[in-house]
């Protein structure tokens, strides 16, 4: 990991990294409600489930910050998959495996121009961005295939499900709602409104 504005370069007398700026606030709600003071000052975070699950990667990994942000990792390296798989289904294998390879590179190139710039967020940082653009892969995958297959119940209730998830980590994860009903409305007008 390379040193940003948002996890500091270790210094001493541990030469470890510490997160800073937006990393250090998820952190710090993080780190209050783990030694049992909630979020802490009795306010809700921005991010709540962001900090909850810092929470469950700092008890699975401890409080070194590499460990965590290797946990973090194994769960974000589904974004590529996800990306994979919204790519296939619309434009076919070829256009899956492109969007997916430019997740992971973007990712990479991300760590290196890291020291360089002062507003980035990749799978490094204790940030909110990536799980959030996981949740609206999720949400506009399973959504297209809910306007392909017809408008089934139950896809409507995990799509319902999956944009809740999301709006706690980021509430802007709200806006792929009403573009997603503009796009069943396109694609079969005449379906959409008994389902809705």
């Known amino acids: 990991m390379a040193p940003s504005s948002s996890a500091l370069a270790p210094r001493e007398p541990n030469y470890e990294t510490y997160p800073f700026t937006d990393a250090q606030i998820y952190d710090g ?21 962001y900090v909850v699950m810092l ?14 942000i290797f946990v973090q990792s194994l769960l974000l390296a589904f974004f590529p998959v996800l990306l994979y798989l919204f790519g296939k289904d619309f434009f076919g294998r070829p256009v899956g495996i492109a969007i ?12 290196l121009a890291a020291p360089f710039t002062g507003n980035l967020s990749y799978s490094k940082l204790y940030l909110s961005e990536l799980p959030t653009a996981m949740m609206l892969a999720l949400f ?7 306007i392909k297959t017809g408008f089934p119940f139950f896809m409507g209730f995990a799509m319902g499900g999956i944009l809740g998830v999301g709006i706690l980590i980021r509430t802007q994860v709200v806006a792929a709602f009403p573009l ?13 409104l008994p389902a809705l």
């Open 100 to 111: 997916a390879i430019l997740a992971i590179l973007r990712d990479v190139t991300s760590n």
């Open 55 to 68: 929470v469950l990667m700092h008890t699975i990994a401890g409080q070194n910050y590499d460990s965590v």
């Open 140 to 146: 506009l995958l399973i959504g297209m295939r809910w």
């Open 180 to 192: 997603l009903i503009l796009f069943a409305l396109l694609a079969r007008p005449r379906s959409i």
């Open 29 to 49: 709600y993080a780190q209050s409600a783990m030694v049992g003071n909630g979020y802490g000052d009795h306010i809700i975070p921005q991010r709540p489930l």
